[in-house]
């Protein structure tokens, strides 16, 4: 069988809660469930590529500008201590 968890009922505080467990010696799969995601979701549009690739044809791709911008690094702490 394809997929790698269950569903188990657990109780929190007297709720009944479902949850999807991983099994034994299985591994996740989560490129698997996007790929059979992404098959459906093209599927369902059913695009035309000929037309796409037609209305592209002329279109010239704009190389997208390089930021050299360092990357501000969090403190820890909670998100009020950063407010002034």
Same mark, same amino acid.
């Given at each position: ?6 569903? %188990?009922? !657990?109780?929190?505080?007297? $709720?009944?809660?479902?949850?999807? %467990?991983?099994? +034994?010696?299985? !591994? !996740?799969?989560e490129a698997l ?6 098959? %459906? ?9 000929? $037309?796409?690739? +037609?209305?592209?044809?002329? %279109?010239?791709? +704009? /190389?997208?500008?390089? $930021? ?5 690094? !969090? ?5 009020? /201590?950063?407010? +002034?």
């Amino acid at each position: 069988m394809l997929t790698a968890e269950h569903c %188990v009922t !657990r109780f929190h505080e007297g $709720v009944a809660r479902r949850e999807w %467990v991983l099994k +034994k010696g299985q !591994r !996740r799969n989560e490129a698997l469930d996007i790929f059979v995601y992404n098959f %459906v979701e093209l599927k369902i549009l059913n695009p035309n590529f000929e $037309v796409l690739e +037609k209305n592209m044809a002329g %279109v010239e791709v +704009k /190389s997208l500008k390089k $930021v050299n911008k360092p990357y501000k690094i !969090r403190q820890e702490g909670s998100f009020v /201590s950063g407010i +002034k």
